[in-house]
């Protein structure tokens, strides 16, 4: 497995101690991104909003990084997660964007 910045020292214990599970689990995201015509930006401003939705914090963080990473610029990911105000509603949305701001500082 490759190593990389993870923000949590509780994901990186996990990983040392399950290493198999967390290279399939690699190796599923790295298929499920070459299984159709999106970019990579794209994949990652839709996980950036799936995250928001799902009120997650830290995924927050990690997909604003990586789509950050991937050419995204700070206009879009705002409006990826402002554009959830109709689905997941303003207080949620607001989180989203406080989080992902954390990033973008």
């Known amino acids: 497995m490759t190593e990389r910045k993870v923000p949590s020292k509780h994901f ?10 967390f290279e399939a689990h690699e190796k599923l995201g790295s298929e499920l991104k070459n299984a159709g015509p999106l970019d990579e930006k794209t994949l990652q401003l839709i996980q950036l909003a799936a995250a928001g939705a799902a009120g997650s914090e830290g995924a927050v963080h990690s997909h604003t990084r990586r789509a950050l990473a991937a050419g995204a610029s700070a206009e879009e990911i705002n409006h990826a997660l402002l554009s959830l105000i109709s689905t997941i509603g303003f207080p949620k949305v607001m989180a989203a964007l406080s989080w992902s701001g954390d990033v973008l500082k």
């Open 12 to 21: 990186n214990t996990l990983i040392k101690r399950y290493p198999e599970l």
